[in-house]
């Protein structure tokens, strides 16, 4: 397992189209996150899943984003009728999570950049 | 409300020099602390993280950072900076509350010059 993958890399979209972005976790992670990040600023939290469920979402996540984690392996974020805004680096990280014991060391992935126009 | 502030957007060093890069944390309880550095094209990587054990936190390619809970700081360095060190770094917070989800800060870009 070489890490966190995402898919695709770049994505030019028109306004109002969709897009769906896949990410594939490190195999035996249960914990799967998303995250956008704009130019000049770190990453915001979008959501995240355990196994299949999906435990929380940001209020950054409008009813246009829908993400999914269907089996507990890879996850989906599909944006519907995009808008400029949505123009941002998305990234996706995995971890292994063990209750509320730890620090929760995330691996990230490469990041998937869309661009709206 | 837990949040970090990056004191600075850019620094600039030259080549062999000490590196600093500032951080300081907002949170009620005890929080787990992480540096992040991003490359450009690559994905962010983990530099190090505190947890509560020892305060001074050594983490990979010569970077520690001290957790001073009475300042509530979190400053990275390194005693002299290479050139492949150039990159965006972030600092980060985190609670078991809230499902260990990630607190950026915005990230302070280091140059290094030659």
């Known amino acids: 397992d070489t890490g966190v993958s995402q898919d695709p890399r770049h994505k030019i979209t028109k306004r109002g189209q969709n897009v769906t972005f896949r990410c594939d976790p490190i195999?035996?992670?249960?914990?799967l996150y998303w995250y956008r990040q704009t130019l000049g600023q770190g990453p915001e939290f979008l959501t995240y899943?355990?196994?299949?469920?999906?435990?929380?979402k940001s209020r950054l996540l409008s009813d246009r984003f829908s993400a999914e984690r269907p089996k507990g392996s890879f996850s989906t974020l599909e944006i519907q009728r995009t808008e400029q805004g949505d123009s941002a680096m998305y990234l996706c990280?995995?971890?292994?999570?063990?209750?509320?014991?730890?620090?929760?060391?995330?691996?990230f992935g490469a990041g998937s950049r869309l661009t709206v126009l | 409300a837990q949040s970090v502030t990056q004191l600075d957007s850019h620094v600039s060093v030259s080549e062999g020099t000490p590196v600093l890069l500032r951080c300081n944390y907002s949170?009620?309880?005890?929080?787990?602390l992480f540096w992040y550095v991003q490359h450009p094209n690559k994905g962010l990587q983990l530099l190090l993280k505190?947890?509560?054990?020892?305060?001074l936190v050594k983490g990979i390619n010569g970077f520690e950072a001290e957790f001073k809970k009475s300042e509530t700081s979190f400053h990275l360095t390194k005693p002299s900076a290479h050139m492949s060190d150039a990159a965006e770094y972030f600092c980060?917070?985190?609670?078991?509350?809230?499902?260990?989800?990630?607190?950026f800060g915005a990230g302070t870009i280091l140059r290094v010059k030659s």
């Open positions: 505190y947890t509560s054990a020892a305060t």
């Open positions: 899943f355990q196994n299949e469920a999906q435990l929380e």
């Open positions: 195999s035996e992670h249960n914990r």
């Open positions: 990280a995995s971890s292994l999570g063990t209750g509320t014991t730890g620090a929760n060391v995330l691996t």
């Open positions: 980060v917070v985190s609670r078991m509350e809230y499902g260990n989800k990630l607190v």
């Open positions: 949170s009620s309880y005890s929080p787990s």
